[in-house]
């Protein structure tokens, strides 16, 4: 069971969803996406408030792409007599399968910000043994 709802599409989309069992089926899917990268997502959700509503938001939006478009049309003409209409999707919002962007990926993995005055410093095994390149050791 997904942490958003139909009725949460149906606010974002601005229409009733037509196909309940399909629209569930899809929030479904794309939270099994989440968790495949994220992990346990009940007890983060059960931990952080904020997390729960940024979740079910990643969920229900990504979801209404694939309602919005779900051919994945990118342009398409509609021609009647000598008049037509030419209408183009965002190339963002075209590509019409299920997925979450990379700007909801960061909104769920926040990172945290760097202390101040500090770089990590990486240390490579065998790096002082290492053969001279051009620009210096690998």
């Given at each position: 069971m997904s942490?958003?709802?139909?009725?949460?599409?149906?606010?974002?989309?601005?229409?009733?969803?037509t196909d309940v069992e399909q629209a569930q089926t899809?929030?479904?899917?794309?939270?099994?996406?989440?968790?495949?990268?994220?992990?346990?997502l009940d007890a983060r959700a059960a931990a952080d408030e904020?997390?729960?509503g940024t979740l079910?938001?990643?969920e229900a939006n990504a979801?209404?792409?694939?309602?919005?478009?779900?051919?994945g049309l990118r342009t398409w003409t509609v021609a009647v007599d000598d008049g037509s209409v030419?209408?183009?999707?965002?190339q963002a919002t075209s590509a019409g399968g299920l997925h979450v962007t990379d700007d909801e990926w960061?909104?769920?993995?926040?990172?945290?910000?760097?202390?101040?005055?500090?770089s990590?410093?990486?240390?490579?095994?065998?790096w002082a043994h290492a053969p001279l390149t051009r620009w210096g050791r690998p």
């Amino acid at each position: 069971m997904s942490f958003a709802t139909v009725s949460d599409v149906q606010v974002r989309l601005g229409r009733p969803v037509t196909d309940v069992e399909q629209a569930q089926t899809l929030l479904d899917d794309v939270e099994t996406i989440i968790r495949a990268r994220l992990g346990d997502l009940d007890a983060r959700a059960a931990a952080d408030e904020g997390f729960a509503g940024t979740l079910l938001m990643v969920e229900a939006n990504a979801v209404v792409r694939v309602l919005r478009n779900p051919e994945g049309l990118r342009t398409w003409t509609v021609a009647v007599d000598d008049g037509s209409v030419t209408k183009t999707r965002d190339q963002a919002t075209s590509a019409g399968g299920l997925h979450v962007t990379d700007d909801e990926w960061d909104l769920l993995t926040p990172r945290e910000p760097p202390a101040a005055f500090s770089s990590p410093i990486r240390y490579v095994p065998g790096w002082a043994h290492a053969p001279l390149t051009r620009w210096g050791r690998p």
